[in-house]
């Protein structure tokens, strides 16, 4: 079965440029989350898709980042304008969603990396 | 909202001994799920180990154990007969049973040297 993927792995981009990340979840995963990790901070909740729709996104930074899933299947997210802050580790996670520590379990792609300059 | 400690940044730890990483954690929930995940050098975070808050019985994972105290808040990590795989960084997490956001810590470094 394959993981969670995420592409790029790294980007490097200039302050005031757009990037997007994209992230492809397990399988007959419904649920699919997206996390960010600046350094030498903790890693941080930005939002969680069922399916297609957002049920979560109170963690989204500020309205520069837009987050989609059309089609219920991989997910998108764009940075635009990026700003140095948005320097980080973009993690995207994805479990099946289903009651129970099994089913709430999340399992997470490798991250990309993502450098403002 | 649920905050999650981890007071060792970084920890060593020679080849087949035993090391134990801490974790505390603040909530007023009464069930949650704990777990910890493991990020090695340069690849995936992958889980390690979960506990279910309503089960008093410390989870196992081969040589992985947990020591899970719930009126201390407690939550650590046991690897026994360190191996150099182990090397990675360790996070550890919580969720509430009704939410589904993960809430981490900052993450401890453990080096295993031969």
């Known amino acids: 079965e394959a993981g969670v993927t995420q592409f790029p792995s790294h980007s490097v981009i200039e302050k005031g440029q757009t990037v997007t990340l994209r992230c492809d979840p397990i399988?007959?995963?419904?649920?699919l989350y997206w996390y960010r990790r600046v350094m030498g901070k903790e890693i941080k909740f930005l939002l969680h898709?069922?399916?297609?729709?957002?049920?979560?996104e109170s963690g989204m930074p500020n309205n520069r980042f837009l987050a989609e899933r059309t089609g219920g299947t991989y997910s998108t997210l764009k940075v635009q304008p990026a700003e140095l802050e948005d320097s980080g580790v973009y993690f995207c996670?994805?479990?099946?969603?289903?009651?129970?520590?099994?089913?709430?379990?999340?399992?997470f792609g490798p991250g990309t990396r993502l450098l403002v300059l | 909202a649920q905050t999650v400690t981890q007071s060792q940044p970084e920890m060593s730890v020679q080849e087949a001994e035993t090391v134990t990483l801490s974790c505390t954690y603040d909530?007023?929930?009464?069930?949650?799920?704990l777990f910890w995940y493991k990020q090695p050098p340069s690849r995936q975070m992958i889980l390690v180990i979960r506990?279910?808050?309503?089960?008093?019985q410390n989870a196992t994972e081969n040589r992985f154990s947990v020591n899970f105290q719930k009126a201390a808040k407690s939550f650590s990590l046991k690897i026994s007969d360190s191996q150099l795989g182990d090397t990675a960084m360790y996070f550890c997490?919580?969720?509430?049973?009704?939410?589904?956001?993960?809430?981490f810590g900052k993450g401890t470094s453990l080096l295993v040297t031969p």
């Open positions: 399988s007959g995963h419904d649920n």
């Open positions: 996670a994805s479990s099946q969603g289903l009651a129970g520590g099994e089913g709430k379990t999340q399992y």
């Open positions: 997490a919580f969720m509430r049973v009704s939410g589904y956001a993960l809430n």
């Open positions: 506990q279910e808050a309503y089960k008093q």
């Open positions: 898709f069922v399916k297609e729709s957002k049920q979560d």
């Open positions: 909530t007023s929930e009464s069930n949650y799920y």
